[in-house]
Structures are given as C-alpha cells and as structure tokens.
C-alpha cells in the first residue's frame, strides 16, 4: 500500500495534453500522480521521462474500452489507496478535422438541465443514424463526429455531477467538464493556438481545487472560467 494518502490519476497521460497534465500535477498535487496509457511500453516511456525530470509519477495500465482494464486498475487503486481523489478523464481519439470551433458552441441540441442518461443516449443513436443515412447535416447535427461525442462527453458530466448532488452532497464531490482550446497535438496538428502545457492549464486548475470548494460543479470550464451552456 502506497505511503501517499492522496492520489491523483490522469488517463491518457503519455503524450500530449494527459502529459503535461500529469507533468504539472506531480510538481503540484500534495499526493502521488498516476499516469494511464491503452499501451503500457508508452506510457512507461512517458513516465521514465517525467522521472529523470526529477518527477515520481506511478504508472497504469488503462484501456477505457476494456472493462477487465477498468476493474483492473479500479482493484489497484482501492488496494494501495482505499481509493480516489482525483480524476482527470483525458483520454480520447479523433478523425482528422479541420474545424477548431470550440464543441461547446455547436451544443444546442444538449443544453437541457434536465436531460435523463436515456435522453441522451437516444440523441447520440440519432446521430448515428443520421450519419450513417447522410442526413446529419440536414437534421442540425455539425460535421464533426469528434464534436457531437465531446458534447456528449460534457453532457453526461452534467448528468452525473446533478446525481452527485442528489445522492452524495455529502462527499463534497466536484465534477466539471472542460475545453483546453485548440492545442498542437498529434490529433490537433501543428498549427493550433495553443502548446500543450497551454492547454493543461484548465484541467489542472478544476484538479487542485481546494477540498473545501463548492464550486464549480456541474459546469462547462473554459479558460479556468465557467461557460454559460
């Protein structure tokens, strides 16, 4: 069991904006940082060089898709630390596209404060199903596969941050969706705005929020701001 009675843990930290994030939690975070990566040879690589940064990352393997994956590391975390204090979900894919509009502009369809888990399943089905009858651009959606999955992604945390509220106000549990912007990575390219130490910013500001904050909970961060959605 790890002596840290803390710990931090980001997905997808071996590259890009997870790295800098991880980067950036291990010079700040009061606890240990865990590093997950889908391909352990990287995500050892990415720790191995935070460690000769003088840095203490642990490492993880985590494949979001893979349930075995997720209980595995679920096993790992309440074995050495009873369980979890920070989450920082960033781990995700993309086709290529050229559209930099931040997500949370083209979320119309998804400002509900009251949408169900179910409502929003169906909305992402429709999407599909638009797509996949060449109409999607017809029916309101924007042309951005990439764009609709992370409006779903913060509509859920809306979802879940509302449940939170209800079931667990006692925890004192803060759950946020954000925007880093437009950042030069291997999914982005090299022409956006931002370096990925840039980007980290925001993540790591809603990660360090002291543990008597009430707030922002529930919301769409852009900036280290909360965006009206």
Known sequence: MSSSSRVALVTGGNKGIGFAITRDLCRRFSGDVVLTARDAA????????????????RFHQLDINDLQ?????RDFLRKEYGGLDVLVNNAGIAFKVNDPTPFHIQA????????????????????????????????????????VTKIG?????????????AHRRGDKILLNACCPGWVRTDMAGPK????PEEGAETPVF?????????????????EKKVEPW
């Open 153 to 165: 992604v913060t509509v859920l945390s809306r979802i879940h941050a509302r449940n939170l509220s």
């Open 108 to 147: 119309e369809k998804f400002r509900s404060d009251t949408i169900s888990e179910e409502e929003l399943v169906g909305l992402m089905n429709k999407f599909v199903e638009d797509t996949r009858n060449g109409v999607h651009q017809r029916e309101g959606w924007p042309n951005s596969t990439y764009g």
């Open 69 to 73: 994956s997720i209980r595995a590391l």
């Open 192 to 195: 956006a705005t931002k370096s």
């Open 42 to 57: 990287r995500g050892r690589a990415a720790v191995q060089q935070l460690q000769a940064e003088g840095l203490r990352p």
């Open 206 to 222: 809603l990660a360090l929020l002291p543990s008597d904050a009430e707030g922002p909970h529930g919301q769409f961060v852009m």
